[in-house]
């Protein structure tokens, strides 16, 4: 059942009116010769639930329109509410409406802000209608590319400052981006993030929503079922059509770099779309690039691990599947020796497993007509190799 959603200035008075009123009485009282002690402060919570837009507010959610400014009398708002609006989304439910970030970007102010006592927070979003859209807090990406009307993520992020400030920000140039739902629970009052394993790479690794349904999938979005929770969490910052320069330059490392400590793992495949004439990187560029990155994630005590793109579904002769020659690979595999990391050669491991099932089989792991892309038993199995090769060296 829904209950209507009040105007603005009614839901604001709610906040208002009492402590008003407590401070008339108080005054009154106090000419008066009586002594009254001031009001107590309201409790900040801890959780929270947001339903956005203009619609119907699902039970036991907080209604928030585009037009709701943060005021520290309500302690959530639209930092720039003239940069939002409410919009119609294709859902039911949470899903039926939303708010839509006119202005965006990583470093934009253009932030739903909401006060949060120190602690770490888990952060469920549900977006609106988007063919593709990243969430961004605290400055830095949190979930990159969510497609697909509804789609729904969750990631943890510790909070420092008293305040997060999270937006909705662009996947793919001329799309919307909207937010139908924001749930806020506390994790610990500790603003530790838990070990972490990030994982950085291109189509083949990315995640696909429904996260628990999709018919595409990437090993980075499959490897959460192989991975002990109580040991990692997985955070998948890979993006189709990726390569190092811009998985460096455009944001996604950055992310990593801000949350990355001791006893994390950064899992890093690159390679395949390098190789394409149309982004002009040559092997010798490609590999000083990622010698840049798994430096600077070093750097802040995690542990950097390279990864090399499995083959084709084609890549057979006589029986044999082998792609060793493939997507900067070489220079993958010799960048790994040379600064002393760990290397998971996904390219001949699952040459391997290809080899042992034979060419019908593999083919049916990859999208039909394409040979490239893991469905999503393709992509599992991948995860499955990947993990498994990380075990045998210790790593997890």
């Not at 189709?240 to 490392?253: E, S, T, V, Y």
């Amino acid at each position: 059942m829904t209950e209507t959603r009040p105007a603005r200035d009614t839901r604001s008075v709610k906040y208002r009116k009492p402590l008003a009123c407590c401070l008339a009485a108080t005054a009154l009282a106090s000419g008066a010769g009586l002594a009254f002690s001031a009001p107590a402060a309201q409790a900040e919570p801890s959780n929270y639930r947001f339903d956005f837009g203009s619609g119907p507010v699902e039970k036991g959610y907080t209604g928030v329109s585009a037009g709701d400014a943060y005021t520290p009398e309500r302690r959530y708002g639209f930092n720039t509410p003239e940069h939002m609006a409410n919009v119609a989304a294709k859902g039911t439910g949470l899903g039926s409406d939303a708010v839509r970030f006119l202005e965006f970007g990583t470093k934009s102010s253009n932030t739903f802000n909401v006060d949060l006592k120190e602690g770490l927070y888990r952060v469920t979003v549900t977006l609106g209608d988007t063919s593709r859209a990243s969430v961004a807090a605290e400055g830095v990406f949190q979930e990159m590319n969510l497609t697909g009307n509804g789609a729904t993520a969750s990631f943890e992020i510790p909070v420092t400052d008293g305040q997060l400030n999270l937006l909705v920000t662009e996947g793919k140039v001329g799309t919307a981006f909207t937010l139908s739902a924001l749930d806020i629970e506390k994790v610990s009052r500790h603003p530790e993030m838990d070990p972490t394993i990030w994982v950085g790479g291109d189509s083949t690794v990315a995640s696909y929503y429904p996260l628990d349904s999709s018919v595409q999938g990437g090993w980075g979005q499959l490897l959460p079922e192989f991975v002990d929770a109580e040991k990692f969490d997985v955070r998948n910052m890979a993006t189709g059509g990726q390569i190092a320069r811009g998985f460096r330059n455009d944001g996604q490392l950055e992310a990593i770099l801000q949350y990355s400590k001791p006893g994390d793992l950064f899992l890093l495949e690159m390679g395949i779309n390098d190789t394409a004439a149309k982004n002009a990187t040559t092997e010798a560029e490609f590999k000083e690039i990622m010698r840049d990155m798994v430096r600077q994630v070093a750097a802040t005590g995690a542990t950097p691990v390279l990864v090399t793109p499995q083959g084709r579904a084609t890549d057979f002769v006589d029986g044999v599947h082998s792609s060793v020659d493939r997507w900067y690979r070489h220079s993958t595999v010799a960048l790994a020796e040379e600064e002393g990391i760990p290397l998971v050669d996904l390219n001949v491991l699952s040459s391997a497993y290809f080899t042992g099932i034979g060419p019908e089989a593999t083919l049916a792991l990859f999208m039909t007509g394409d040979t490239l892309h893991p469905n999503r038993a393709g992509a599992t199995e991948l995860a499955r190799i990947v993990t498994a090769d990380l075990a045998r060296q210790g790593l997890q």
